[in-house]
């Protein structure tokens, strides 16, 4: 497994500020569906609605982004994701 470019990405400042804007335009609300506000940044993820792959496109797009709580992000939607590698291919 090769190094991963993409990862850097959420590094900079352009990303952090993605994140903000995200969380801002979202009310700090997770988009789950559970409704919850949280007010502690610490605890939300920038998601991206449709996995990027190392697309910069899809990185990068708004409208592609989402915010939610760590729980809900690192459960359900991971969950979601790792479920669906067998149909969409294994990806590093």
């Not at 997770?30 to 899809?58: F, I, M, N, W, Y």
């Amino acid at each position: 497994m090769g190094s991963l470019p993409w990862k850097a990405w959420y590094k900079t400042a352009r990303w952090q500020q993605l994140r903000t804007q995200t969380f801002i335009r979202d009310l700090f609300t997770c988009q789950c569906g559970c409704g919850v506000v949280e007010a502690d940044t610490s605890q939300l993820v920038c998601d991206h609605r449709k996995p990027h792959r190392g697309d910069a496109r899809l990185f990068w797009d708004e409208t592609n982004l989402q915010t939610m709580r760590k729980p809900c992000h690192d459960s359900k939607k991971q969950r979601e994701e790792q479920a669906s590698l067998h149909t969409r291919g294994v990806w590093y």
